[in-house]
């Protein structure tokens, strides 16, 4: 299910960025990669509501979760200075 795969890279694309905060842009780069995973779960969580193939409890939950990940990696990417290696 996509759901599935597009959660996953969310963690993935973290992982990364972290492992390339030495590089500001890139660190961002990877983060914004993340943002737009979790934006594409949060279609899919929609989509399998529409089809009933999850509750509405579900779908709101799921919802306000990925959209709480969303707010926390917009953060990262505002003060990704913070998180990057000082040269």
């Known amino acids: 299910m996509q759901i599935r795969r597009s959660s996953r890279s969310v963690g993935a694309q973290i992982a990364e960025a972290w492992a390339k ?18 934006q594409e779960t949060q279609h899919w969580i929609e989509t399998a509501r529409d089809c009933d193939y999850i509750t509405e ?4 939950d799921w919802l306000e979760r990925y959209a709480s990940v969303g707010r926390m990696l917009n953060s ?12």
């Not at 905060?21 to 979790?38: C, I, N, P, W």
């Not at 990262?76 to 040269?87: G, P």
């Open 57 to 60: 409890t579900q779908s709101k």
């Open 21 to 38: 905060r030495r590089y500001e842009k890139h660190f961002v780069s990877k983060l914004t990669d993340a943002d737009g995973e979790q």
């Open 76 to 87: 990262m990417i505002n003060k990704a200075s913070q998180f990057c290696y000082q040269r």
